[in-house]
């Protein structure tokens, strides 16, 4: 295949399906130029763009879904073709277009799901280990691996005979489940734990944070947060990962946050894989995690007191330009005289009516990162409004509201996958 001109392998890339084509790009630098600069592949069948962000309520049985302008059609986002597994929605995680729901993978943008069959036990009858805390994540990178996903659980391993302090975590190797949609089998793999970053002990975890549901998929590798105190990167290809401890929470704005509630979010961003933290409701923190020397290094972006900004922002009406549900209130094209929000245009517009309104009084709480962008999407949580922050300028946009009666319990930036097919309903 080297030796082909370049014309003639790009016409034997071109016979591939759309999702095979998506991972051709990753064999090689000729295969990626010829797919790219004769433009094969069409970019709105990758999970690149995003539509809007799924929002997971304790009092709605399906998840909200709050959409951007131009208000593209989501069918899938009613979650109707699940039947029974509607009547209570508890997402695990959320991967490039697919969200892993209890058994299932679903994909919102295709109306298609599959079923994940129960995982086998990783210790062995009799083990003198015991398993707590159990989180299954989802890895998914059509553009840059595989048309296949995996399903890991992540859990810890605690000695029934030896006190916290003195069992190491992440132990190596580490035992993990691992579902392929490949072979649609689990299988238990060792991963050995690489690089010189130290494991802690059980007992240096906090016991008061819950293991979190966050994880992000970032050049073949999968970032998952299975731990307050730590971020961990698995890599599937060769059964590896390596740990890195969670930014501290020092705000250099105000040293008296020890006290004040903290809450940590991972993602995929602009350039690579970020962490945020918001204390006290109003404090915003931003890093970004270097990669670039083979060492995994948390660089402090944005350190910010979003209070101010918050007191002084002068609202927007209730709707605002972003739509609760899965299509536009209406069908017609925005236009001039309309908002229009572009995750392409750092400039930030503003047309609408204004209309004067109380202060935030109880902050914000993370909703997640723009994938291309580096934005990352608050909500007020007196106001129920969604606000998109701008890391670059230091701007707060108000993108409307959304409504629920209770609480927050997760939330997904969606990026639409419409290549591959599920196998529960093909």
């Given at each position: 295949?080297?030796?082909?001109?370049?014309?003639v392998?790009?016409?034997?890339?071109?016979?591939?399906?759309?999702?095979?084509?998506?991972?051709?790009?990753?064999?090689?630098?000729?295969?990626?130029?010829a797919?790219?600069?004769?433009?094969?592949?069409?970019?709105?069948?990758?999970?690149?763009?995003?539509?809007?962000?799924?929002?997971?309520?304790?009092?709605?049985?399906?998840?909200?879904?709050?959409?951007?302008?131009?208000?593209?059609?989501?069918d899938?986002a009613?979650?109707?073709?699940?039947?029974?597994?509607?009547?209570?929605?508890e997402?695990?995680?959320?991967?490039?277009?697919?969200l892993?729901?209890?058994?299932?993978?679903?994909?919102?943008?295709?109306?298609?799901?599959?079923?994940?069959?129960?995982?086998?036990?990783p210790?062995?009858?009799?083990?003198?280990?015991?398993?707590?805390?159990?989180c299954?994540?989802?890895?998914?990178?059509?553009?840059?691996?595989?048309?296949?996903?995996?399903?890991?659980?992540?859990?810890?391993?605690?000695p029934?005979?030896?006190?916290?302090?003195?069992?190491?975590?992440?132990?190596?190797p580490?035992?993990?489940?691992?579902?392929?949609?490949?072979?649609?089998?689990?299988?238990?793999?060792?991963?050995?734990?690489?690089g010189?970053?130290?494991a802690?002990a059980?007992?240096?975890?906090?016991?008061?944070?819950?293991?979190?549901?966050?994880?992000?998929?970032?050049?073949?590798?999968?970032y998952?947060?299975?731990h307050?105190?730590?971020?961990?990167?698995?890599?599937?290809?060769?059964?590896?990962?390596?740990?890195?401890?969670?930014?501290?929470?020092?705000?250099?704005?105000?040293?008296?946050?020890?006290?004040?509630?903290?809450?940590?979010?991972?993602?995929?961003?602009?350039?690579?894989?970020?962490?945020?933290?918001?204390i006290?409701?109003f404090?915003?923190?931003?890093?970004?995690l270097?990669?670039?020397?083979?060492q995994?290094?948390?660089?402090?972006?944005?350190?910010?007191?979003?209070?101010?900004?918050?007191?002084?922002?002068?609202?927007?009406?209730a709707?605002?330009?972003?739509?609760?549900?899965?299509?536009?209130?209406?069908?017609?094209?925005?236009?001039?005289?309309?908002?229009?929000?572009?995750?392409?245009?750092?400039?930030?517009?503003?047309?609408?009516?204004?209309?004067?309104?109380?202060?935030s009084?109880?902050?914000?709480?993370?909703?997640?990162?723009?994938p291309?962008?580096?934005?990352?999407?608050?909500?007020g949580?007196?106001?129920?409004?969604?606000?998109?922050?701008?890391?670059?300028t230091?701007k707060?946009?108000?993108?409307?509201?959304?409504?629920?009666?209770t609480?927050?319990?997760?939330?997904?930036?969606?990026?639409?996958?419409?290549?591959?097919?599920?196998?529960?309903?093909?």
């Amino acid at each position: 295949m080297e030796q082909l001109p370049t014309d003639v392998l790009a016409d034997i890339l071109s016979c591939l399906p759309p999702l095979y084509l998506a991972v051709s790009r990753s064999v090689c630098k000729a295969w990626c130029s010829a797919v790219d600069d004769r433009g094969l592949l069409r970019a709105d069948l990758l999970p690149i763009s995003m539509s809007g962000i799924f929002v997971v309520t304790n009092d709605a049985e399906h998840p909200i879904y709050f959409s951007r302008p131009p208000y593209e059609q989501l069918d899938g986002a009613s979650f109707d073709y699940l039947g029974y597994n509607c009547l209570w929605f508890e997402v695990d995680d959320y991967c490039n277009g697919l969200l892993l729901v209890r058994d299932q993978v679903i994909n919102p943008a295709t109306r298609q799901w599959a079923t994940v069959p129960r995982p086998p036990d990783p210790l062995p009858p009799g083990s003198d280990f015991c398993c707590c805390n159990l989180c299954e994540y989802l890895a998914f990178d059509p553009a840059a691996t595989s048309p296949h996903y995996e399903v890991l659980r992540i859990h810890g391993i605690v000695p029934r005979d030896k006190p916290p302090e003195e069992v190491e975590w992440p132990p190596s190797p580490y035992v993990l489940c691992v579902f392929s949609s490949r072979t649609q089998q689990w299988e238990v793999k060792p991963f050995t734990r690489e690089g010189d970053d130290e494991a802690g002990a059980i007992a240096d975890l906090p016991s008061s944070s819950p293991w979190s549901c966050y994880s992000t998929c970032w050049r073949g590798a999968l970032y998952v947060q299975p731990h307050d105190g730590f971020l961990m990167r698995i890599t599937l290809s060769n059964y590896r990962y390596r740990i890195t401890r969670i930014p501290k929470a020092a705000f250099s704005l105000d040293t008296n946050t020890a006290r004040l509630s903290q809450e940590y979010r991972i993602g995929k961003s602009k350039k690579g894989v970020y962490c945020a933290l918001v204390i006290g409701g109003f404090k915003l923190l931003i890093w970004f995690l270097d990669e670039s020397c083979g060492q995994m290094e948390w660089m402090l972006k944005k350190e910010v007191d979003l209070q101010p900004l918050l007191a002084n922002y002068p609202w927007k009406y209730a709707y605002g330009p972003w739509k609760q549900g899965r299509c536009s209130m209406s069908t017609k094209a925005p236009t001039g005289e309309e908002f229009e929000w572009d995750s392409d245009d750092d400039s930030i517009t503003d047309t609408q009516e204004r209309t004067q309104d109380t202060p935030s009084q109880y902050g914000v709480s993370l909703l997640g990162f723009h994938p291309n962008k580096e934005i990352i999407f608050l909500l007020g949580l007196d106001k129920n409004r969604v606000l998109a922050y701008h890391a670059n300028t230091s701007k707060i946009e108000d993108l409307g509201k959304i409504s629920y009666m209770t609480s927050v319990e997760s939330s997904f930036p969606f990026t639409p996958c419409r290549m591959g097919e599920l196998s529960n309903n093909k």
